[in-house]
């Protein structure tokens, strides 16, 4: 299975805009760009996802590279219910499953 | 709309009992998958069952971890007998078809076995 690479944590100021960054150099033609997020004591929530084009939905937005090695999560007003854990996942269209990796942490500061 | 439904929230249980986890999946939708997090291996997939029958049982990790899933809206999975290492939170999710589709996940069981 393809891997992502993500930062440990980062900050973001509320009301800011938040770039979430993630790496995927091995990614297949084939594997989906996935985007959860894990709220305090509760599951993963679905954010978005997409192949190669930018998406947009009413949580946030995705830009993918043009080689698709890398690409990026925006939210584009953070806000202090937006603190989570971010996981970047590559998920191949032939397949049901998810790898969770360790994600990013995002704290919003007020 | 109701979200996947997840009992009991919390379980405290000792060593050696029984423990059933219980989930209530999405109406309509005819995937659903058990997980298990903790802070030393992130989130892990036990077992995946389409149409109520079990696809991908691979991550149950040993014969004391049974999953079940009698009708389109139930399913349980047991952990008989219990040992402190299945100390974690147990989710599941489920999604309307096996691929592409989102899963939506339930807020959890936070078993703890002393």
């Known amino acids: 299975d393809a891997k992502t690479t993500q930062p440990n944590s980062m900050e973001s100021n509320e009301e800011e805009p938040v770039h979430l960054p993630c790496n995927h150099s091995?990614?297949?033609?084939?594997?989906?760009i996935h985007w959860y997020r894990q709220l305090p004591s509760q599951g993963p929530e679905y954010v978005i996802h997409g192949l190669t084009s930018n998406v947009n939905n009413r949580m946030a937005s995705l830009a993918i590279a043009e080689d698709r090695k890398s690409s990026t999560l925006i939210l584009h007003r953070a806000t202090l219910r937006d603190a989570a854990v971010y996981y970047c996942i590559l998920r191949d269209t032939g397949t049901y499953k998810y790898i969770f990796g360790t994600g990013t942490r995002l704290k919003v500061l007020a | 709309d109701a979200g996947v439904i997840q009992s009991p929230r919390h379980e405290v249980t000792e060593m050696g009992q029984e423990v059933t986890l219980r989930c209530k999946p999405i109406s309509g939708h005819n995937s659903l998958f058990w997980y298990r997090q903790t802070m030393m291996r992130g989130l892990e997939l036990l077992i995946y069952?389409?149409?109520?029958?079990?696809?991908?049982d691979s991550g149950m990790p040993e014969d004391r971890f049974s999953a079940k899933m009698p009708n389109a809206s139930f399913s349980t999975l047991k952990i008989q007998p219990s040992e402190p290492r299945d100390s974690a939170v147990y989710f599941c999710?489920?999604?309307?078809?096996?691929?592409?589709?989102?899963?939506?996940f339930g807020d959890g069981t936070r078993l703890s076995i002393l």
């Open positions: 999710a489920s999604s309307f078809g096996q691929y592409n589709q989102p899963q939506h």
């Open positions: 091995t990614i297949s033609g084939t594997d989906y």
């Open positions: 069952f389409n149409n109520n029958v079990p696809i991908d």
